[in-house]
Each structure stands twice: as C-alpha cells, then as structure tokens.
C-alpha cells in the first residue's frame, strides 16, 4: 500500500510561509497525479492544488491562486506547496493525496491514498 508522509506545518502569523512537503513512506508510488487537500475543524475536507508528475501541469483552488504554489521534484519523489500570504483561514490540516489516474483532480473521491496529514495554524 501506498504511503504518503506530510511535513512542513506549523504555527506562523498572518501574512507569514510555509512550506509542506509530501514524501512517500514504504513502496514508491507510481501513479500520475498528487494533491493538497485541507480540513478545518467542523469543516468538510477541501482541494487546495494538484500536479501531474510527468509534465508539471497545475490546478489550484480560487481561495489560494497566487498565494500558493504546488511543485514536484522527480529525482526525490517529493511534491512541494509553498504557501505564502497565509490568512487565519487558511489554518487546517493539510493532506498530501496521491491518485492511480492520470488527470488531475479536485475531488476528494478521486484520490486513492492520503497522508496522515500536518497542521497549519495561522494566527490572527
């Protein structure tokens, strides 16, 4: 089974960056497509971006576009979200997703494994 490892979260202020890796824990994962997702608490779970491994095609959700960026590295098989200008709503749990598809998705039903996800606090 496919495992995915988040790191890279923590507590900053608003107008401050984070940077969360994802890195795969036991078998490399082979499939095409990873994402972000993120859970506030009472709240559902939520797309934030996603990346083709292949060709680096992103797609970014209307509430992070320009202030987050999602990138790969292929030679350590490791997805990147850089998020900057961070807002107290962007605190939640963060999950690195990975999908057996080829085409990026938004949808939460559509990714086959999750990471055990990293908190992202913003204060106010």
């Known amino acids: 089974q496919v495992q995915l490892v988040e790191s890279g979260g923590g507590l900053v202020q608003t107008g401050g960056s984070l940077r969360l890796s994802c890195a795969p824990s036991?078998?490399?994962?082979?499939?095409?497509?990873m994402g972000w997702f993120r859970q506030a608490p009472g709240k559902e779970r939520e797309f934030v971006a996603a990346i083709s491994w292949s060709i680096g095609n992103t797609y970014y959700a209307y509430s992070v576009k320009g202030r987050f960026t999602i990138s790969r590295d292929n030679a350590k098989n490791t997805v990147y979200l850089q998020m900057n200008s961070l807002k107290p709503e962007d605190t939640a749990v963060y999950y690195c997703?990975?999908?057996?598809?080829?085409?990026?998705?938004?949808?939460?039903?559509?990714?086959?494994?999750w990471g055990q996800g990293t908190q992202v606090t913003v204060s106010s």
């Open positions: 036991g078998r490399t994962f082979s499939g095409e497509a």
């Open positions: 997703a990975a999908r057996d598809g080829r085409r990026l998705s938004s949808q939460v039903k559509e990714y086959d494994y």
